[in-house]
């Protein structure tokens, strides 16, 4: 007997109650909570023995990929903001609970040397590195050009951007052959928002990044793509990445979407780990969207 669900109900499909966090906000306070594939994700050995970093590992998409790693065999390091702690711990238990490896390296990846010591220190506690998932971002919406600072394009920048080439650059040396990249654009790399005049423009740079990496790669037999995400329901959008009138039809016609719903972190983990594993060989330099039907081209 199957049990194949209706993809328009079988997630949360309702409107959100209106809430705001302070950036970049906890996972655990949300209401109702995301579902990362913490009851979820099953795993079968997709990814047996493997070695991932992924930052902002400790809530939504990051979080997600981190469940179904570990799920799938992987030992598993995540980054994440310090004063984001409460939710890197659930994640932590939540991969000790399948018999894999957690490490928790909390730090800001605006900062050039704090990348270079996460990936130092993923690979020493990991006893090495195969998979990189670079899915942390910062998103906080502003509505005119005139009222968005210099230091708010900086960071976001430096997030979204300048962090994956740092975070590469030193992961190099330790990556072996077969290794996967994997990058976080989104539906605003094709589509920009008008309110995110910063955050879209780093989402493009990011497709740009893993188009040029992945043919820069390819001869040392390391892959790398990148997922895009359409508007998903995770603690970057309730802490500013939308304003909070726009919450409750957040994924219906807050952007709008054909599926008329916000995606769940848990609906991206499959492309995270099909991207990571073998059965994506012939797969580099592309973007995977999932996006509730919104057209990327
Ligand atoms: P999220 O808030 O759960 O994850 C973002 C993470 O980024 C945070 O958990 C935090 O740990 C990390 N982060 C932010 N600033 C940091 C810094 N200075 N140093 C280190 N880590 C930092 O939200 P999410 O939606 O899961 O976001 C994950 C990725 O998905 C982001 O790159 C985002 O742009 C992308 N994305 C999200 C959506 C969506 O609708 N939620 C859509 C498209 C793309
Ligand atoms: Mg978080």
């Given at each position: 007997m199957s049990d194949l669900k209706n993809p328009l109900t079988q997630y949360f499909h309702d409107e959100f109650p209106e809430q705001y966090q302070e950036p970049p906000g906890l996972q655990g306070q949300m209401n109702p909570l995301p579902d990362c594939g913490e009851k979820s994700y099953k795993g079968s050995g997709k990814l047996n023995g493997r070695k991932a970093l992924v930052t902002g590992g400790d809530?939504?998409?990051?979080?997600?990929?981190?469940i179904a790693y570990a799920r799938e065999g992987a030992d598993v390091a995540i980054n994440y903001l310090p004063v984001e702690e409460p939710d890197a711990e659930e994640v932590k238990n939540l991969i000790e609970a399948e018999g894999q490896k957690a490490v928790l390296i909390p730090g800001d990846l605006s900062d050039e040397t704090f990348c270079k010591?996460?990936?130092?220190?993923?690979?020493?506690?990991?006893g090495g590195l195969d998979i990189l998932a670079l899915v942390a971002g910062k998103q906080q919406a502003v509505e005119n050009i005139?009222?968005?600072?210099?230091?708010?394009?900086?960071?976001?920048?430096?997030?979204?951007?300048?962090?994956?080439y740092w975070v590469v650059k030193a992961a190099l040396p330790h990556l072996p052959e077969g290794a996967s990249i994997i990058t976080t654009s989104s539906v605003e790399g094709y589509n920009p928002s008008p309110m995110l005049l910063d955050y879209a423009v780093?989402?493009?740079?990011?497709?740009?990044?893993?188009?040029?990496?992945g043919g820069q790669l390819a001869s040392k037999g390391i892959r790398v793509n990148s997922v895009a995400p359409g508007p998903f329901w995770t603690p970057l959008q309730i802490s500013g990445g939308q304003p909070s009138e726009n919450i409750p039809k957040f994924g219906k016609s807050t952007p709008p979407t054909p599926q008329k719903r916000a995606g769940q972190p848990v609906e991206l983990a499959g492309i995270y780990v099909f991207l990571a594993s073998e059965a994506?060989?012939?797969?580099?330099?592309?973007?995977?969207s999932a996006t509730g039907g919104t057209v990327t081209a």
């Open positions: 809530s939504g998409i990051g979080r997600a990929a981190a010591d996460l990936v130092e220190k993923a690979n020493a506690e990991l005139a009222d968005l600072s210099t230091e708010q394009i900086e960071k976001t920048f430096a997030i979204n951007v300048f962090s994956l780093t989402k493009k740079a990011i497709i740009g990044f893993t188009q040029a990496l994506a060989s012939y797969v580099t330099g592309q973007v995977y």
